[in-house]
């Protein structure tokens, strides 16, 4: 669901600013600190390696694919599930623009119209990827919990309180 939301935010930004938004001429939304500004970026993070866009292109399919089919089957925690989901639709809204968009695909151009200052134009496909990261960051090295719920040493991600009481062999009190 996260991923589907994630996705279907990106998409709709996109198609509001290539309708909205004249190329390079900035629009100011909260004074200096955040301006609409269209641009389309055949390269990736920060416009590097222009010349690879179709290698962009098969990495984020083979992204999504080993998360959905390796990853996705062995969620165990919510948060793990948030940020899996988050870093499909964040890959997921680039990799939609590297096919559908000009100049053909597997060589289509990013749409990017969110800028602040001192920092790269991007879009809603960025941030989630970048929230995912976050996440990643927070829940595997912070928190130390595995993708299925387990911390190391556990061997069973089920909490405590539920295991208590739950066998059918209990004596009646």
Avoid at 134 to 150: A, F
Wanted: proline residues 8%; neutral net charge.
């Amino acid at each position: 669901m996260v991923a589907l939301v994630g996705l279907g935010l990106d998409v709709a930004t996109k198609w509001e600013a290539v309708e909205r938004l004249e190329p390079n001429v900035p629009v100011r939304v909260l004074g200096p600190l955040l301006s609409f500004r269209l641009i389309r970026n055949p390269g990736a993070a920060f416009s590097q390696g222009e010349g690879f866009t179709w290698v962009f292109a098969v990495a984020a399919i083979l992204v999504v694919g080993f998360v959905l089919v390796r990853l996705v089957p062995r969620l165990g925690h919510v948060g793990w599930a948030v940020a899996l989901g988050l870093l499909v639709a964040g890959v997921s809204g680039n990799l939609l623009d590297r096919l559908v968009r000009a100049p053909g695909p597997f060589r289509g151009h990013v749409v990017d119209f969110l800028q602040l200052p001192h920092w790269p134009i991007f879009n809603v496909a960025d941030m989630c990827i970048c929230a995912a990261a976050v996440m990643v960051v927070v829940l595997s090295v912070l928190k130390n919990v595995g993708i299925d719920g387990r911390r190391p040493g556990e061997d069973d991600p089920a909490p405590q309180t539920a295991r208590r009481g739950a066998s059918s062999d209990a004596a009646p009190e």
